[in-house]
């Protein structure tokens, strides 16, 4: 049923969906048509929201329209069904704007008046993605993935050349302009809303530090899994009397066996957090903007090097390092002496990796994308 499945994928992309966009792309371009859209969520992603709300703001020059789904939930009908639609509107768009792969988006060449975003889903450099991991790409996909992009959005130019190679793209489409989503993280009210919900939601909390496990998954979003549990909760049992650890394990974990012990987006947990728990998770560059301490619990560190890679010298990052479990609770204890004693080297590693993200990234995006609104400069 698996293959099956993917063969009928394979039709949609490389027939159905290119006709369908070549018989609709003969009209005029819809002027101040401005799509979002997404395959891996049921409500608008994060990543793009901040822009959305920008956007949103200017109703009289721009109409947005929203293609969001979460495809892994829906039938093949309603599949089908959603993509028509998207192609139908995507070839006479003004302005495109995703934050993930969206497959659908590079079933043919796109007409040059149509302007494509990828505001990306991550920041700084961490584990290897694309075309220089095995796993990102499916086996018998056949098509230039992220040749219609015309901007990339990345947090610092350290990231561009990475990211040209491993999305085989033009370094000249690709802009150091900040990620988006993180403006949020500049915003005072924003946070503070944040804390509220948090503490309302988890009373027991208060009066204790704060340690947020968000790591990220292995394999792929067919077949996800998860290391460092056991060493979790071992830990959180241990320090429970000073210490409130917060489990934050990916969507696609949670969609198997429920894993996190709350319901609030990551995004909304990295303000509250005294102490950040990862593993090979761009979150940690997220976090990184709040300037607070982290620590990286790896207990499969030496499989995932040799299975997946990394673009940096994992064992130099300038965070504690911890691949035993019994350890994990007394590196916690120590986390915060650790960050104080280096500061400046973490605050280093910071702007180089998201120099760009500094509240502004809204604005530069939607200048370079040609959107004129009260917030979008030439950046």
């Keep these: 049923m698996f293959w099956i499945k993917q063969y009928i994928k ?35 992603p994060f990543s793009m929201r901040r822009v959305y709300e920008a956007v949103e703001k200017e109703k009289g020059t721009y109409r947005t329209e929203l293609f969001i789904e979460d495809f892994g939930k829906l039938s093949l009908l309603k599949t089908a069904g959603f993509l028509f639609r998207f192609m139908r509107s995507y070839a006479t768009a003004e302005y495109v704007f995703l934050c993930d792969y969206f497959l659908p988006a590079a079933a043919c060449r796109k007409r040059k008046e149509t302007t494509l975003v990828q505001l990306w889903h991550s920041c700084g450099l961490m584990k290897k993605i694309a075309f220089d991991a095995g796993q990102d790409i499916p086996e018998k996909y056949r ?66 530090k704060i340690a947020l496990w968000a ?50 987006p990551t995004e909304e947990l990295l303000c509250v957090a005294d102490l950040l728990i990862t593993d090979y998770s761009s979150v940690l560059f997220d976090y990184l903007i709040y300037e607070k301490p982290a620590l990286l619990f790896a207990p499969d560190l030496e499989t995932y090097e ?9 064992r130099s990052l300038p965070f504690p390092l911890v691949e035993r479990e019994e350890e994990l609770a007394d590196q916690i204890l120590a986390s915060l002496e650790y960050w104080k004693e280096h500061r400046e080297e973490i605050h280093a590693f910071r702007m180089q990796y998201t120099g760009a993200c500094d509240g502004k990234a809204t604005e530069r995006i939607l200048g370079l994308a040609g959107i004129k609104t009260g917030e979008a400069g030439q950046g």
Aim: glycine share 6%; hydrophobic share 35%; with cysteine.
């Design 143 to 208: 098509g230039n993935m992220f040749g219609n992009y015309t901007w990339l959005t990345m947090s610092a130019p350290v990231c561009i050349p990475v990211h040209a190679r491993a999305l085989s793209l033009d370094p000249e489409r690709i802009r150091a302009t900040g990620i988006s989503r993180t403006d949020y993280y500049f915003d005072p009210e924003w946070n503070e809303r944040c804390r509220e919900r948090f503490f309302a939601e988890h009373p027991e909390a208060k009066g204790k």
């Design 306 to 314: 040799k299975e997946r890679g990394f673009y940096l010298d994992y």
């Design 215 to 264: 790591p990220t998954f292995r394999g792929n979003a067919a077949m996800p899994r998860l290391e460092g549990l056991s060493g979790i909760r071992k830990a959180q049992e241990k320090l429970k009397d000073s210490w409130y650890v917060i489990r934050k394990a990916h969507p696609h974990i949670d969609r198997r066996e429920p894993v996190s012990n709350t319901g609030i």
């Design 10 to 44: 394979m039709f949609l992309q490389n027939l159905l969906l290119p006709a369908v966009y070549f018989c609709f792309c003969r009209r005029p371009v819809r002027k101040g048509a401005v799509i979002f859209a997404d395959g891996h969520h049921q409500e608008m």
